[in-house]
């Protein structure tokens, strides 16, 4: 049974920075794609940023140049540095992982609260 947990969630002021992480257990294969969603109140679930199992990023528009991706294979764990948080960036973060017969795995959520 693969698990992810994930931590580093918390509340920061605007313009504040965040690290979050995720691992997984459970899974003797490996991961392909890792990533991030968030979801505010309100709103459906949106993709934040994907990594590839060799290393190509992608992010939504809004938070390139602030977030970075970033895996440990050894460790199945995926990483997200936030910088310059903003309000809008308010949200519930889930981790994802895909597996290589193509399942996919979420993560629990962790609440990331920027105040302005």
């Known amino acids: 049974q693969v698990q992810l947990v994930e931590s580093g969630g918390g509340l920061v002021q605007a313009g504040g920075s965040l690290r979050l992480s995720c691992a997984a257990s459970?899974?003797?294969?490996?991961?392909?794609?890792m990533g991030w969603y968030r979801q505010a109140p309100g709103e459906q679930r949106e993709l934040v940023a994907t990594?590839?199992?060799?290393?190509?990023?992608n992010y939504r528009n809004s938070v390139k140049g602030r977030f970075t991706v970033s895996r440990d294979n050894a460790k199945n764990t995926v990483y997200l540095e936030m910088n310059s948080l903003k309000p809008e960036d308010t949200a519930v973060y889930y981790c994802?992982?895909?597996?290589?017969?193509?399942?996919?795995?979420w993560g629990q959520g962790t609440q990331v609260t920027v105040s302005s």
């Open positions: 994802t992982f895909r597996d290589p017969r193509l399942n996919d795995y």
């Open positions: 990594i590839t199992s060799g290393g190509a990023t």
């Open positions: 459970g899974n003797r294969f490996g991961f392909n794609t």
